[in-house]
């Protein structure tokens, strides 16, 4: 009864590390066309310009190690679960260390993506760089309007 138990406890607290590893991995949109909630209803400072040149870059979205700390942490007690004594010490550490590493590689390509970096010439003459998600297609000599709030700016038709 007692591994019965233990066995549900296990499940039970990888259940909860990988639904944390899923929410820490969400990223916010760098996109020209979303807005979050709080930028709703705000005034914004709009310039207008001429697409310069435009590059195709990758976005590496930030990490927190919740993906690391869930491998770790799955891998461990499915590695525990080999063998008795020892075996089960050495299993749950070698597990805990494939698991992080996995878990790394899992939150990295879960937070990256395609974006573009728009160089547009202003209409006073000043020359910008800015990056956005690829979710639309800009061309050198787009007329394009710069869009401006709170510090951050975004690129659009």
Not at 87 to 108: C, D, F, N, R, Y
């Amino acid at each position: 009864m007692k591994n019965g138990i233990q066995s549900w406890k296990a499940i039970g607290a990888i259940g909860l590390i990988t639904l944390g590893a899923l929410t820490g991995c969400a990223s916010q949109s760098t996109s020209g066309s979303v807005y979050r909630e709080g930028e709703a209803r705000r005034a914004q400072y709009i310039e207008q310009g001429v697409v310069e040149s435009v590059r195709t870059v990758t976005i590496q979205g930030d990490t927190n190690n919740v993906g690391t700390a869930a491998g770790a942490i799955v891998g461990g007690v499915a590695g525990s679960n080999v063998g008795g004594g020892k075996g089960s010490t050495i299993g749950a550490v070698l597990g805990a260390l494939a698991g992080g590493v996995a878990g790394q590689a899992i939150e990295k390509n879960a937070s990256t993506r395609q974006g573009l970096e728009i160089t547009v010439k202003m209409d006073n003459g000043s020359l910008r760089a800015y990056v956005q998600d690829a979710d639309e297609a800009f061309r050198p000599g787009d007329r394009v309007r710069v869009i401006t709030s709170g510090g951050t700016s975004r690129v659009s038709h």
